[in-house]
């Protein structure tokens, strides 16, 4: 089997379209559109979907406002800064799960991060993710 890798760190130089357009030229193959942000080969191609799964990838920290002390201590040792007046905003969450082995309350868990989806088609198969 053959293996074809397209990448770039720019966006809008035409990775899906050139893929999208071996995928139409080629026979047997097996597609898997890993861009992390927009994952949208699917919308080139068109396909028939024959499953929809969710995708779930990272997590993020909540923090438990009846157990919280509000120490200070997860707002003061968080390295993104995620966390305000005791509570974790999500967008900048990084899912390390340092304030979840520092807290003294048992205050904080990890909750998993639904991601987008990943689908199975009739074109033999594209794994795609896709943000709601
Ligand atoms: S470390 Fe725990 S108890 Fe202290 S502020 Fe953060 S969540 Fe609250
Ligand atoms: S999981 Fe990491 S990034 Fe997220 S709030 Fe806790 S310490 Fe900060």
Request: hydrophobic fraction near 40%; include cysteine.
């Amino acid at each position: 089997m053959k293996e074809i890798v397209v990448l770039s760190g720019k966006g809008g130089t035409g990775k899906t379209s050139i893929v999208g357009s071996f995928a139409a030229l080629a026979k047997n193959k097996v597609l898997a559109d890993c861009d992390v942000d927009a994952a949208d080969l699917h919308l080139i191609l068109n396909p028939e979907v024959r499953e929809n799964h969710e995708f779930w990838s990272g997590q993020t920290a909540v923090i438990d406002g009846e157990r919280c002390t509000q120490c200070g201590l997860c707002q003061e040792l968080c390295h993104f800064g995620a966390i305000r007046d005791f509570v974790v905003d999500p967008i900048s969450c990084e899912g390390c799960g340092f304030c979840f082995h520092i807290c003294p309350a048992d205050a904080i868990t990890m909750k998993g991060n639904l991601s987008g989806e990943w689908l199975s088609l009739a074109l033999n198969m594209v794994l795609s993710t896709m943000p709601d």
